[in-house]
Each structure stands twice: as C-alpha cells, then as structure tokens.
C-alpha cells in the first residue's frame, strides 16, 4: 500500500504558465514533506520542503502547499521554464520515525517553449 | 567532484553472476541508505545504515546484500538476481538529525538478463 501517492504520471505545460504537481499521503505521522527533482541520467536533487506546522513555504519561482486535513500537498512552479521539465518526486517522513523517507512514483513535467 | 558517487553507472550481469555497487559520500555524512527505482514505481527503500549500522532492511531478498564498512563507503552485493530486479539502484545519504534532506548520486542502471 502506497503511503505517498502522486496520481498523475505526467504533466505538460505551456512555458511562462503555472505547474501544479499533487501529492497525497495516507499516514498520519509524516510531519516534514520533500519535493524532489530529478533530470534522466541523474539522481534527485531536493528542491523544496515544508514542515506540518506550516500550510506553506516558497522559494523563488517555487512553492508548496500543504493540506493536513486533506493530506495533500502541492507543488506550484510559477513560471514554468523549459529547464523544469524533469521528474517531480514528492516524499515524506517522520520526524521522530527514524531515517526513513517514503518517495510517491513521481510526475513528468514537460514544459513546452 | 559530486558529492555522493555511484559505480558503476551502468551493469549487465546474468542471473548466476555475482557483482557489487559501490557508493561514496564525500558529505560527512552518516546515514547512507539504498533506493530502488523501478519503471513508474515509487522509490523503494531498501537498506538504511546509520554510522554503520544497519537501522532498517525493508524486506529486501538475501540475494541483495548490503555492506557498510565505514560512514563514507556503501556496497550492495548481487547475486543469483532475477531479471525483475532490473532497476535504477540510487544510493543517497544524511546527516543524522531532524528533517535531514536526502543526497543522491546518480545512481546504477542494473540490467539482469
């Protein structure tokens, strides 16, 4: 059973647009979320993070959202460049859970020039 | 120089054969951990060692077996695979602590014929 879910395979956007990448979680004690990016031929480089006592967290074009009682969160990439297009893992762990990071299956965002 | 590096970067290898992944940190950090990527599948956690000691085997076969002499250097010994086991191989590590983010290197292509 998949703990981090991210239901969409793929995305395209058009250049200069919004890409909003989802994830859902199921488990109750992840409280830090992680979004990862990671291009072919490479591995996943962290992008952005966001605790559970925040609702969001931006850094340049980049911002996530976090919904605790929906156990959802959101990556917003305003604007999109070509150069995103890569992979769009999101992930999540415990704080007191030890070591362990639980990854969804990733999105593939194309942005279109 | 990369901070985490994998080899090699790519692996062909029979079901009988018998071979080893190498990781190296040059972070400083002190847990290292094993990750499986398979085609649209999220990343699987495999192995976490944490100044060298094992912390969590994610009910991973025996025919993979991890060796972790020292907090810089991760191996995964192979042998008697199965062509299913064919995957991306990502090592990545961190420092001990609270909502540590996670260092990959690029990872091993395994291709089990």
């Known amino acids: 059973d998949q703990q981090v879910k991210q239901n969409s395979p793929s995305l395209s956007v058009q250049e200069g647009r919004i890409s909003i990448l989802n994830c859902d979680y199921t488990n109750s004690m992840f409280d830090y979320f992680l979004w990862y990016k990671k291009y072919p031929a490479e591995g996943p480089t962290f992008l952005i993070s966001i605790s559970s006592i925040k609702d969001k967290n931006e850094d340049g074009r980049f911002t996530v959202f976090l919904n605790k009682s929906a156990k959802h969160l959101s990556l917003h990439i305003v604007p999109s460049q070509p150069g995103d297009s890569a992979v769009y893992f999101c992930a999540a762990s415990e704080e007191t859970g030890g070591f362990k990071t639980i990854f969804g299956a990733g999105t593939r965002l194309f942005v279109k020039a | 120089e990369t901070g985490v590096t994998q080899t090699p970067r790519h692996l062909v290898m029979g079901m009988t054969n018998k071979k080893s992944l190498k990781c190296e940190q040059h972070l400083g950090h002190n847990a290292m951990y094993w990750y499986k990527q398979s085609a649209k599948k999220p990343l699987e956690l495999m192995f976490v060692y944490n100044f060298k000691e094992q912390t969590e085997n994610n009910s991973v076969p025996s025919r993979f077996s991890p060796e972790c002499p020292n907090s810089s250097h991760l191996f995964l010994h192979l042998h008697t695979l199965q062509p299913e086991d064919s995957a991306l191989y990502l090592c990545?590590?961190?420092?001990?602590?609270?909502?540590?983010?996670?260092?990959f290197g690029s990872g091993t292509q395994l291709s089990v014929l």
């Open positions: 990545a590590s961190t420092s001990v602590g609270l909502n540590e983010k996670l260092f």
